[in-house]
């Protein structure tokens, strides 16, 4: 049941001790959801989440997860769109710049 | 760091002595990546964990070793002179049987770098062996052989230690699973 929502990762499915749960068994479908819910909360490597574990213990659509889940270490995607924003920005201001040179240019020019 | 007061910690009056029957191992090169050692521990309890798990390389895990009840020891010794102290972490314990599986791992282990976590009474994980130094095998304490006497018993005993500069308790996995490439 518990892969429905988690998958093993980095390991081969078997025993692996866990302080403070002991000896967890992750070839066998008995482990309560609610134990591996508690290590992937806890950063426990061996584990991610699925994206039916993601609408089932969440409640989230999987990109409204990448974002929520940011406090968990997952990156959202917030920052590539202020990033884009800034740099189009950045854009208009240096072709507003290049337009604005010559003109300046051509003064000093007729001026001298 | 911020210091805390230091009492007596006792869950539920508990403080048996001695460490669990099964301590686990492997080999130091089979060891992918480390817990990481307290840099700026904002108390004495961060001074004291190692963070993280232990990672094994693609295939390998930890094992296990059985321990004759009461034959199990995990010791911290304070060495060096002023200026210079340091810990050795010994491991002394009984296998018993002589069979040849033991033969084979003191063979192995006789000259070679190990690792080992051990579990004492009270439930905490002591990891010997870091990203620098290894567990070695230091010779058997208690003897090793058939023994004299029918009321004797046969196996053998043996030591290993680990130099570290600190002293943490492990709070990580231990993997009894071979570890599979991510």
């Known amino acids: 049941?518990?892969?429905?929502?988690?998958?093993?990762?980095?390991?081969?499915?078997?025993?692996?001790?866990?302080?403070?749960?002991?000896?967890?068994?992750?070839?066998?479908?008995?482990?309560?959801?609610?134990?591996?819910?508690?290590?992937?909360?806890?950063?426990?490597?061996?584990?991610?989440?699925?994206?039916?574990?993601?609408?089932a213990l969440y409640g989230v659509q999987s990109s409204e997860f990448e974002v929520q889940s940011s406090e968990f270490g997952v990156q959202s995607s917030e920052p590539e769109v202020q990033v884009s924003e800034f740099e189009v920005q950045s854009s208009l201001n240096t072709k507003r710049e290049t337009l604005n040179k010559p003109r300046t240019r051509k003064k000093k020019q007729m001026n001298g | 760091m911020e210091f805390t007061d230091i009492n007596k910690e006792l869950n539920n009056g508990q403080n048996m002595g001695g460490i669990a029957q099964i301590a686990y191992f492997c080999a130091w090169s089979d060891v992918a990546s480390w817990p990481?050692?307290?840099?700026?521990?904002?108390?004495?309890?961060?001074?004291?964990?190692?963070?993280?798990?232990?990672?094994?390389?693609?295939?390998?895990?930890?094992?296990?070793?059985?321990?004759?009840?009461?034959?199990?020891?995990?010791?911290?010794?304070?060495?060096?002179?002023?200026?210079?102290?340091?810990?050795?972490?010994?491991?002394?314990?009984?296998?018993?049987?002589?069979?040849?599986?033991?033969?084979?791992?003191?063979?192995?282990?006789?000259?070679?770098?190990?690792?080992?976590?051990?579990?004492?009474?009270?439930?905490?994980?002591?990891?010997?062996?870091?990203?620098?130094?290894a567990a070695i095998y230091n010779g058997a304490p208690d003897g090793s052989g058939t023994s004299r006497e029918t009321a004797g018993r046969r196996g053998i005993s043996m030591e290993f230690t680990y130099k570290t500069a600190s002293l943490y308790t492990y709070t990580g996995t231990i993997p009894?699973?071979?570890a599979a490439s991510a």
């Open chain 2, 36 to 133: 990481t050692k307290p840099t700026s521990p904002a108390t004495l309890e961060e001074n004291g964990t190692l963070t993280g798990n232990i990672v094994l390389k693609t295939g390998k895990k930890m094992n296990s070793i059985y321990i004759t009840d009461d034959t199990g020891e995990y010791e911290m010794e304070s060495v060096g002179e002023m200026d210079g102290k340091s810990f050795v972490a010994h491991l002394r314990l009984f296998n018993p049987g002589l069979k040849k599986t033991l033969l084979g791992f003191i063979n192995y282990a006789k000259n070679e770098n190990l690792v080992f976590i051990v579990k004492d009474n009270d439930g905490q994980f002591y990891l010997m062996g870091d990203d620098t130094r």
């Open chain 2, 176 to 178: 009894l699973t071979p």
């Open chain 1, 1 to 55: 049941m518990w892969r429905r929502y988690f998958k093993l990762v980095k390991l081969v499915p078997g025993k692996v001790i866990v302080q403070g749960y002991g000896t967890l068994d992750f070839s066998r479908d008995d482990i309560p959801i609610e134990t591996c819910k508690a290590l992937y909360e806890t950063d426990f490597e061996f584990l991610e989440i699925t994206e039916e574990g993601k609408r």
